[in-house]
C-alpha cells in the first residue's frame, strides 16, 4: 500500500488537498507565495506629455498616463517576476491601483498573481508600492526653452506677407502630414512680420519638411548654413536654415510671369503648372523651377480686364452688357472668340473677363454676397 503524504503545516493528507513540493496548495502559497515581485516601483512621467522615464530612456505613452502606468507596471513586474522554488511558471494577471489616479503621489498596486505547477494553479495578490513623479522629458524641455534647434525653416509668402488663408493652409498641412521622429523634431514656431518660422533639432528633418513643402505649395527653397560657435567637443556647429517661400497664387487667378499674362488653371501631374497665355490663348505647362526663374507675380489688374454679364449666347454670337459702364455697352461677339474656363456659364451672371487683342477670356464667375 502506497503511503500518503501529509502536509507538515496543516496535517491534510494528498487525499484530501492538492500538493506542491512539501506543502499542500494553501500551506505552499502561505510559506513560499507564488512568485517574487519588488517591494517597490518608481514611475517618472512628463507632466507635459505623457512619455515616462526607462532604461534612461524616455518612452511614448501607450493611453492616458494612468493606463500607461498599468501597462508599464504590467511591463515591469513580468520581466522581475520569479515563480517561487516549485512552480513551473507565474503571471500577471491583474494590477489595478489602492486609489484614484491623481498625478504625482504614493500609490498601492494590488497586483493578482497566478501560477502552476502541473495541472495545479494557484493565485497569490501582493501590494506592491507605486511612487509617482512628474517631470519634464527632454523633447517637452526643448520646447519650452526653444533651445536645441539645429535648423529653421523660414516659411514665407512670394508676395511681401503670408496671407492668413496660405497660413492656415499651411498649418493644416504640417499637422495632417507630420508624425512620429518628423513632429517629436519640432521644437517651436516663432511668428514674424513677414511669416514664420519653425525650429527643428534635427537638420536632416528640416530638409525632408522643406521637400514636402515644396511639393504640396510649389515652394522655392534656399538652403543657407550659418556657423554658430562650437561644440562641447570642439566641433564646429552649424545652424542650417531653410527659406520656403511659397507663391501666393491660386488657380483661377490671373499671373503675370515674365511680363505676360496667364490664367493660372490648376497644378497638373508632375506638379507642373497649367496655364493659358491670355495673349496667345495657347495652353502650356510650365514647371515649377521655370515659374521661380521667370518670376511672376499677382496680375496687377487693368483695362482687359473687365466684369460682363452674359445676356445670350449661341453657336455663332454670344452678347455681353459692360457692367462697368452701367450696363448699357453691348459687347455682341463670334462664339468662337469667347473662352470660357469657369465651371457654369449661365444668361444673367456677372463674370470677370480677359481681353486679349482677338479673344475673350471668361476666367471667374463672380458671385454676389447674400446671392
Ligand atoms: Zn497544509
Ligand atoms: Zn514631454
Known amino acids: 500500500m502506497q503511503t ?20 499542500c496548495r494553501d500551506c505552499y502559497i502561505q510559506v513560499y507565495g507564488v512568485a517574487t515581485l519588488p517591494r517597490q516601483v518608481d514611475f517618472v512621467y512628463c507632466q507635459y506629455c ?8 524616455w518612452n511614448e505613452p501607450t493611453g492616458t498616463i494612468e493606463e500607461t502606468l498599468i501597462d508599464y507596471l504590467t511591463f515591469y513586474l513580468t520581466r522581475k517576476l520569479r515563480p517561487t522554488e516549485h512552480l513551473d511558471e507565474a503571471w500577471i494577471s491583474e494590477i489595478r491601483l489602492d486609489k484614484e489616479f491623481v498625478g504625482p503621489a504614493i ?19 501582493k501590494i506592491v508600492t507605486v511612487k509617482v513623479n512628474a517631470a519634464v522629458c527632454p523633447v517637452c524641455t526643448r520646447r519650452i526653452t526653444k533651445r536645441g534647434y539645429n535648423a529653421i525653416l523660414q516659411i514665407r509668402s512670394s508676395e511681401g506677407k503670408l496671407s492668413e488663408n496660405l497660413r492656415e493652409r499651411v498649418n493644416v498641412f504640417l499637422s495632417e502630414n507630420l508624425s512620429g521622429r518628423l513632429a517629436e523634431s519640432i521644437i517651436g514656431f516663432e511668428e514674424h512680420k513677414e511669416g514664420f518660422d519653425i525650429l527643428i533639432e534635427d537638420p536632416s528633418i528640416a530638409r525632408m519638411i522643406a ?15 550659418k556657423l554658430v560657435g562650437r561644440n562641447p567637443d570642439g566641433t564646429r556647429k552649424g545652424r542650417l536654415t531653410i527659406s520656403v517661400r511659397i507663391p501666393e497664387i491660386s488657380p483661377g487667378e490671373i499671373i503675370m510671369i515674365d511680363g505676360k499674362p496667364y490664367l493660372f488653371l490648376a497644378v497638373s501631374r508632375g506638379n507642373n503648372l497649367l496655364l493659358v497665355d491670355l495673349e496667345t490663348g495657347r495652353e502650356e505647362h510650365m514647371s515649377i523651377d521655370v515659374l521661380w526663374q521667370k518670376g511672376f507675380q499677382p496680375y496687377p489688374g487693368g483695362v482687359d480686364l473687365k466684369r460682363y454679364m452674359l445676356i445670350s449666347r449661341d453657336k455663332n454670337t454670344t452678347m455681353f452688357l459692360d457692367a ?15 473662352k470660357v474656363y469657369v465651371d457654369r456659364f449661365i444668361e444673367g451672371r456677372e463674370y470677370k473677363v480677359f481681353l486679349a487683342s482677338n479673344m475673350i477670356y471668361v476666367v471667374e464667375e463672380i458671385i454676389e454676397e447674400g446671392k
Open 4 to 23: 500518503s503524504r501529509i502536509c507538515p503545516r496543516c496535517g491534510r493528507s494528498e487525499s484530501e488537498v492538492e500538493f506542491i513540493g512539501p506543502f
Open 50 to 57: 505623457g512619455r515616462y522615464k526607462y532604461q534612461g530612456g
Open 107 to 125: 500609490y498601492n498596486a494590488f497586483v493578482k498573481i497566478n501560477g502552476r505547477r502541473g495541472d495545479v494553479e494557484v493565485i497569490e495578490e
Open 211 to 225: 521637400a514636402k513643402l515644396k511639393s504640396n505649395f510649389m515652394a522655392k527653397t534656399i538652403e543657407t548654413f
Open 324 to 338: 462697368e459702364s452701367g450696363y448699357r455697352n453691348v459687347i455682341e461677339v463670334p462664339t468662337s472668340t469667347v
